[in-house]
Structures are given as structure tokens and as C-alpha cells.
């Protein structure tokens, strides 16, 4: 992996942000004597070491003014996670660890690829907090040209954060429905927080970690890059300067999902691979036994575990569209499905959501599409736009009174219809991967060490993860359209919805109520 001088806070986006960000407490203020001073090191751990946990984690690695001390995973090790590419995952931390590590980790090959679904065939990578654990220590020892031992693993969240007092922030990445508990836990100790998308797995989780951190006074945010790109930036100044007029419809589609869903639960259990602690895995979940339908990966298609193609893609998506309109919670959501499932979400959906006008705005009606559905092609796109609209495309389009703005998924290559002089996209910065990726990182180191509050906050990320998950809400009941108040937090026309707002947690696995 490259490692570019990624301290350097000349990019726009992360300038521009400054006006708007309040001032972040540092931890050596908050934990009191023995904690890092804001222009030492951060201390982190990571909490989930699968391709997501890896992933980061090597990014955090390549920061010099990060620290990894710990890793904790309730699977030992396996190389059962999905990667982008053959041998990704490995490749990849050779290239961080650098020459003369060109062989390094022989044993950690990928076994080959697995089939998904029908159309998903993915290569397998290692992961595992032995995995995790090795590549830090390796990474360091790179670096002093000698051995390290200096980093620590844990099959348990709880007692990482108990034993390691000089701990200044987490980063988790385990499945959706673990990130509250592990947040709340770790922010209730005035640890910071940077977890991995969607911020919580349910509506009411969304509101109470963002008012912890509030209170805990802590730097906590996803890792969602989307509010601080200059796609977003772009965007936001078409519509301002009115080229599309009013907008009125926002129309979104994801190619996701590419793991199983509209399916039943499995029949019998199986037995748990060596070295996992399914309890655990479960934590606050229902009770399931053991099964391959879950693991590995394809737990985002239940509802216990996972947010569907919604969650994982509009926590995206949403979050730029949310801050170029300044929406606010919907008022009303419906969607039509595929056959619904009791316990899956549906292969494909098509759900609507209502915006009151706000801020000058006018209402706006937002439609997401998954599962291969999309909006039919406007009449007169061009011929490199119109790819956008075949199979497996994805895409975001904002409607307006005047025309309209068709851009890719996250907002790259945004086209103004009816095409005006001046109005044409520039060419994409050559930091794109940079600034689509890192900045949500970025942010979050910066801020832990004094500086001003990332922009996906946990705090300004839980009206748009209200909003997602209302829309999760839809599919799992579709065919219904339900009125949402958002100042009570209950659909007002269904009591069936409001079973899944906030629902509860197996009491061994009930958060702490009290600050450590």
C-alpha cells in the first residue's frame, strides 16, 4: 500500500469544514493524566478483524500518528472472507509492509473462490484477531528492522476495553448488529469511536450513540466519505445556482445485493468452526444455531445481523444527498418487494420516501431501487451516460422543475440535463481514490488529536440512518405505507413497525448504563 503523507490537510473538502465544526475535547483532557497528548499518536484498537477490519486497520497502520495496540475478533482465525480480487487482502499487506516482505505470509494464501449467490463468485481472504495480530506486529517490526510484540489480541470486546487503559479510541468493524453495543460500550469508557457503516443496526440505537458521544464529549463517526467529496461539493453548487430548478424527485439504485436474501431460515444448525465463538458472534441478536446460510459474509441479508442492500449502500449515498438538500427525517415511507420473507430481506425493492420542505426547499420524494431495479432511462441522455441504466449499473438522479442531474452512485460524473454552457463536469481529481476512501479516516484522526468534528459524525449521521433504516423498515413490511414521527420516534398508523424501531437485546448481551 502506498503511503502518501496523509496528514496533510490541504484537500478542499477537509478545509472546508472547518465554519461548520464545533471543537472536539482531546483525550488526554477527557481521560486525565497518562493519555496521549493531541500531538502525540492516537492508541487504537480494532474491533472485528474480517476484510472490512483488515482493511482499515492497514490504513490506520500507514498513519504515523496512529498506533495500533490491540485487535479483537471472536474468531481466531479462517480464511473464509470475501476480498475484492484474488489474493487481495494478502497482496495488499505485503505491499504495506514492503520490500523484503514480498513472500511474507505464504500461509495466509487465499483457498480459492466461493459462489455467493448465482451470479457472485468471490476469492476467500484470512482474517481472524491471530490474523489481525501478526500483521501488526509484522508491520512494526518492519519499520525497527527487528521484532515487536506490542499489540494484543481479544476474543471479547469488554475485556479488551477493561485491560487496555491507555487505549485512546476503536475502530469497529464487525457485523451491522454489533455497532451500537461495542460503541456505547467503548464511548460510555471516553474511548473515541470510528466504526464501520451503517452507523447502528436499529433506529433508536441511532439516537442514543449519537447522544452519547454528545455527552461522553468523544470523537465518534463513520467511515462514509460521501458528505466530504467534491462530487458532493459539485452538486451542491448546481443545484444552489438553480440550473435544474426546484428539485423535486431524487432517484437512487444500487446492483446490490450480491449475497443471498429471500430465503428461509435454515432447518437444522451445523457445527460451529473451530476457533469461532458463535454466542458471541450473535451478542445481542436472537439465539440461532450455527449455520454456513450466515457465515461467511452472507449475515447482511437477515434482518438479526444485517441492513440489506439499503443499509449497506444508502449510508452512502444518503449522506451526501442528505447534506446537498439538508434533509431531514422522511415523513412517510412505502416500498414494493419481491415475496417478503420473515426472516430475509427481499431479493429486489423499490421504496419510496417523503421529505417535508425544509430550509426553503420544497418536498422532496426520494426513490431508492436494489436488487436490479432502476428507473426507466430519461429520453435524450447521452450515449457514455447511458450505460448508467443497463444491467448491473448503479446510479443517483436528482429531478427537477427545470431538468435534471444524472450522476454514478456517489455522485462522480454528475451531467446536467438539459446540457447548458458552463454546467459540464470537470474531470475527476486525481486524489479520487484518496478522497473517496480516506477521508472518513482522516477526519476521524484529526479530530482525536484536537481538530474540528469529522462530517460524518456520529451526530450528523443519525438523522441519515433514521432515514435508511426506515426504509429497511418498508421492506420488511412492504405494501404499507407508514407515517413517520420523527420528534416520538413511532410510526403513527402501525404497531407491527414499531416492533422493529427499537428492539431489544438478549439480556446478557444489554449494554452497561453507567460512564467506567
Known amino acids: 500500500m502506498e503511503t502518501p ?28 493524566q497518562g493519555h496521549t497528548a493531541p500531538s502525540d499518536k492516537v492508541t487504537v484498537a480494532s474491533i472485528g478483524m474480517g476484510r472490512q477490519g483488515m482493511a482499515i486497520t492497514m490504513e490506520l497502520l500507514s498513519r504515523p500518528d496512529v498506533q495500533i495496540i490491540s485487535v479483537c475478533d ?59 495480530q501478526r500483521l501488526v506486529e509484522a508491520f512494526y517490526a518492519s519499520r525497527k528492522n527487528g521484532t515487536y510484540k506490542g499489540c494484543s489480541a481479544y476474543r471479547n470486546y469488554r475485556e479488551l476495553l477493561d485491560k487496555e487503559k491507555d487505549l485512546d479510541g476503536v475502530y469497529i468493524a464487525t457485523p451491522d448488529h454489533w455497532h451500537a453495543p461495542i460503541s456505547m460500550a467503548a464511548m460510555r469508557r471516553r474511548k473515541h469511536v470510528l466504526c464501520q457503516k451503517p452507523m447502528t443496526h436499529s433506529i433508536g440505537e441511532a439516537h442514543r450513540v449519537a447522544q452519547m458521544a454528545r455527552e461522553m464529549k468523544v470523537v465518534a463517526s463513520i467511515t462514509v466519505n460521501n458528505p466530504s467529496t467534491s462530487d458532493t461539493e459539485l452538486i451542491g453548487k448546481w443545484l444552489a445556482d438553480g440550473v435544474i430548478g426546484k428539485v423535486q424527485e431524487v432517484h437512487n439504485w444500487s446492483s446490490r445485493p450480491f449475497w443471498p436474501q429471500g430465503i428461509e431460515r435454515p432447518a437444522d444448525g451445523e457445527q460451529v468452526p473451530e476457533g469461532l465463538d458463535w454466542d458471541l458472534w450473535l451478542g445481542p441478536a436472537p439465539y440461532q444455531p450455527f449455520s454456513k446460510a450466515y457465515l461467511p459474509f452472507s449475515w447482511r441479508g437477515w434482518y438479526d445481523f444485517g441492513c440489506g442492500s439499503f443499509g449497506d449502500m444508502g449510508c452512502y449515498s444518503l449522506a451526501g444527498v442528505s447534506k446537498i438538500l ?92 438539459p446540457e447548458l454552457k458552463g454546467y459540464v463536469a470537470p474531470p475527476p481529481p486525481e486524489n479520487r481514490w484518496d478522497e473517496m476512501h480516506d477521508a472518513g479516516v482522516l477526519q476521524w484522526v484529526a479530530a482525536c488529536k484536537g481538530g474540528p468534528a469529522p462530517l460524518a459524525s456520529f451526530e450528523t449521521q443519525a438523522v441519515v440512518t433514521e432515514t435508511f433504516l426506515l426504509g429497511c423498515l418498508a421492506q420488511r413490511l412492504p405494501w404499507e405505507r407508514f407515517e413517520w414521527d420523527a420528534a416520538n420516534m413511532r410510526v403513527t398508523n402501525s404497531e407491527a413497525a414499531n416492533r422493529f424501531i427499537d428492539p431489544p437485546y438478549r439480556p446478557e448481551y444489554a449494554i452497561e448504563q453507567k460512564p467506567a
Open 74 to 132: 471472536c474468531n481466531r482465525f479462517s480464511k473464509d472472507y470475501i476480498e475484492y480480487g484474488s489474493n487481495a487482502l494478502l497482496k495488499a499487506e505485503r505491499k504495506l509492509l514492503g520490500p523484503g516482505y514480498e513472500s511474507w505470509g505464504e500461509d495466509l494464501a487465499s483457498p480459492g473462490m466461493k459462489q455467493f449467490s448465482r451470479s457472485a463468485r468471490y476469492s476467500m481472504g484470512a482474517g481472524g484477531r491471530e490474523t489481525g
Open 326 to 417: 439538508g434533509l431531514t427525517a422522511p415523513t412517510a415511507v412505502e416500498a414494493t418487494t419481491t415475496e417478503a420473507f420473515d426472516e430475509t430481506y427481499p431479493k429486489a425493492s423499490l421504496v419510496h420516501m417523503y421529505f417535508p420542505e425544509h430550509g426553503g426547499r420544497g418536498p422532496v420524494h426520494l426513490s431508492w431501487y436494489d436488487g436490479g431495479l432502476m428507473p426507466p432511462r430519461p429520453a435524450g441522455i447521452r450515449a457514455e451516460d447511458a450505460p448508467r441504466f443497463r444491467k448491473g449499473a448503479e446510479g443517483v438522479m436528482y429531478v427537477g422543475d427545470k431538468g435534471m442531474i444524472l450522476a454514478a452512485f456517489n455522485g462522480e460524473n454528475a451531467r446536467v440535463y
Open 5 to 32: 503523507d496523509k496528514g496533510l490537510m490541504t484537500r478542499r473538502s477537509f478545509a472546508a469544514m472547518g465554519a461548520a465544526a464545533f471543537t472536539i475535547v482531546p483525550r488526554h483532557v477527557l481521560g486525565g
